[in-house]
């Protein structure tokens, strides 16, 4: 993978982690850098969709560059995340009660902007969103501004660590 920066979504591909939610954000967006999507289970031919989706936004509002995979190898979709600029997440599935996606990303110090799920507000709440212009406005904050990106990959960063194996086998050891 080439180190030139890219948006990355990683997500099985069905309507609840709402990779439409995202893509439409992305058009609205200023981004200039390509949009990466990284999923393995496709239901209701959700990865057709999004598919048909990119060409009807590419006549709506010019070409953008986006890819889609399917079944990567898991330590491929580590290095996507270790060299991602920027993590998007779109998912409204009711079940997610901690986005496993938000924390690799952490733990590579990439900002995210995702939807309101689980935990993600005692996270980082600035960077939780509503709407698909509400993400495309979070997009064109951090890849405009370095010093605002920074900041929040830094904070990310030592987040991060209230999140590791020895931390929480501690926690949970004091409570026995």
């Known amino acids: 993978m080439?180190?030139?920066?890219y948006i990355l979504n990683v997500s099985n591909y069905y309507k609840e982690k709402g990779q439409d939610f995202v893509l439409r954000a992305y058009y609205l967006s200023q981004a200039h850098i390509p949009l990466i999507f990284v999923g393995s289970l496709n239901t209701q031919d959700t990865l057709e969709s999004l598919k048909c989706l990119k060409t009807q936004l590419d006549d709506e509002h010019g070409f953008k560059e986006v890819y889609f995979f399917r079944d990567l190898k898991r330590d491929w979709v580590l290095d996507l995340f270790?060299?991602?600029?920027?993590?998007?997440?779109?998912?409204?599935?009711?079940?997610?009660?901690?986005?496993?996606?938000?924390?690799?990303?952490?733990?590579?110090g990439t900002p995210f902007v995702c939807t309101d799920i689980g935990?993600?507000?005692?996270?980082?709440?600035?960077?939780?969103i509503h709407t698909p212009l509400e993400m495309a406005h979070k997009i064109n904050t951090l890849l405009g501004d370095a010093r605002y990106y920074a900041q929040i990959s830094q904070t990310l960063h030592r987040t991060i660590q209230e999140y590791?194996?020895?931390?929480?086998?501690?926690?949970?050891?004091?409570?026995?």
Request: charged share 15%; hydrophobic share 50%.
């Open 119 to 128: 935990v993600v507000k005692n996270l980082c709440a600035e960077l939780v």
């Open 2 to 5: 080439s180190n030139a920066p």
């Open 164 to 176: 590791t194996y020895e931390r929480i086998i501690g926690t949970l050891e004091a409570l026995l």
């Open 82 to 108: 270790k060299k991602a600029t920027l993590l998007v997440h779109g998912s409204f599935a009711p079940y997610e009660s901690f986005g496993l996606v938000i924390l690799e990303s952490m733990q590579f």
